[in-house]
């Protein structure tokens, strides 16, 4: 019988991040991945710290930027890249009013670090009313990281590429087949509505396509372009556009609907043809709130949930992967926004 500190469940941003505060602190852990797909790993990667519709910003984004650019120097040391791209997002505007509101909010003492007041015109694309620059924001190289990531893992002994069987899990002697384990934590992102020890967690899926496109004219490589959508390159001479929003729709095809929202969406900004060469679904684990879950369970009090990190999975997932750590390492209180308990 093998022994570890920690299992973590999962393979999203909730995990890697998890994994990173454990690697860190030089625990022992094992990391179970499941076959699919993440959320994370479908994701745009964005790392924004402005609302976009309204132009506002949101809970401690100042903080979770600065922490993010911490962790991601800590991960180079180990991977030898930093995954952050810096591509600021542009948000094309749609006419003079958003321009004039722009200004207004770029004047607010909490704005005032993210939306820049000069504007851009860009070749390409259609924006007639130029584009609106949100300072700090870029995006996280999705595919190289969990790539290196798991790479990392799976040479370290971390990684067991299989679903956790929740009915082989013994949560009295605290062991799953041969391995005893200390702690789990469970992050599993929409897959926890299925885990019987946290079925209850008010998660809401929100379901969302993007669209892999092969564009016949180029497109300024140093940008995030945001209109209704994101668009922005990738490594492999293809371009991402999405993603869409989906309330309780929990089934796993492709949606069609969802993919001529999006073709329509880009076609109101790029004016030459595109191809489609893919389309992908994930579902982001939301809460009402829009708040994480964090905590422990009441009956068996190391089995530790991280999910609910909404359409900020690496922000969140990285901010808060920290408040678990130190919750179960060092009994700091969680903050009670993003506690478990608050349901
Ligand atoms: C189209 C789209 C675009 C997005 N764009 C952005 C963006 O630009 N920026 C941003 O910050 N966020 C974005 N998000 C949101 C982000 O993807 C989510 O917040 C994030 O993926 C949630 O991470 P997670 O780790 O909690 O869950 P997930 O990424 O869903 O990962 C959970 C993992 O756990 C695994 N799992 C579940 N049960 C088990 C088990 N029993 N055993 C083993 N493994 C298990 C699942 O297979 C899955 O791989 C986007 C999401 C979508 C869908």
Not at 20 to 42: D, P, Y
Not at 90 to 96: G, L, M, N, S, T
Not at 181 to 210: Q, R, W
Request: hydrophobic share 35%.
């Amino acid at each position: 019988m093998k022994n570890t500190d920690y299992i973590i469940v999962g393979s999203g941003f909730a995990a890697i991040f998890f994994a990173h505060r454990l690697i860190k602190n030089k625990k022992n852990f094992v990391l179970f991945s499941g076959e699919e797909k993440s959320a994370s790993q479908i994701s745009a990667g964005i790392i924004n710290p402005a609302v976009l519709k309204k132009f506002t910003t949101f809970w401690m984004a100042q903080e979770q930027i600065d922490f993010l650019h911490k962790t991601l120097s800590e991960i180079e040391v180990y991977t030898g890249k930093n995954y952050f791209v810096s591509a600021p997002v542009q948000r094309i505007f749609h006419d003079e009013n958003e321009q004039k509101l722009w200004l207004k909010k770029s004047e607010d003492t909490d704005l005032k670090p993210f939306l820049n007041p000069e504007f851009k015109k860009y070749d390409v694309i259609k924006n007639p009313f130029k584009t609106g620059e949100v300072m700090q924001s870029g995006r996280l190289d999705v595919s190289a990281f969990f790539e290196d990531m798991f790479d990392y893992l799976k040479s370290h002994h971390h990684l067991v590429e299989e679903k956790l069987n929740y009915e082989t899990l013994n949560p009295i002697e605290k062991k799953y087949k041969n391995l005893g384990f200390n702690k789990i934590v469970f992050c599993e992102g929409m897959a926890v509505l299925d885990n019987p020890y946290f079925s209850e967690t008010p998660i809401v899926p929100n379901k969302g396509h993007h669209l892999k496109v092969k564009l016949s004219e180029k497109i300024d490589e140093n940008a995030t372009f945001k209109k209704k959508h994101f668009l922005f390159p990738l490594k492999n001479g293809l371009h991402y556009y999405g993603g869409t929003y989906d309330v309780d729709q929990t089934q796993k095809n492709i949606d069609d609907y969802a993919v001529q929202e999006l073709k329509d969406g880009l076609l109101e900004f790029y004016p030459d043809d595109f191809e489609i060469e893919t389309v992908e679904f994930g579902f982001r684990p939301t809460v009402k709130d829009r708040r994480p879950i964090l905590g422990k369970h009441p009956e068996f009090p190391d089995f530790y949930i991280f999910n609910g990190l909404g359409a900020r999975g690496v922000l969140n997932g990285n901010y808060f992967a920290k408040h678990l750590f130190d919750f179960i390492e060092f009994g700091k209180p969680l903050l009670p926004e993003t506690d478990l308990c608050r349901f």
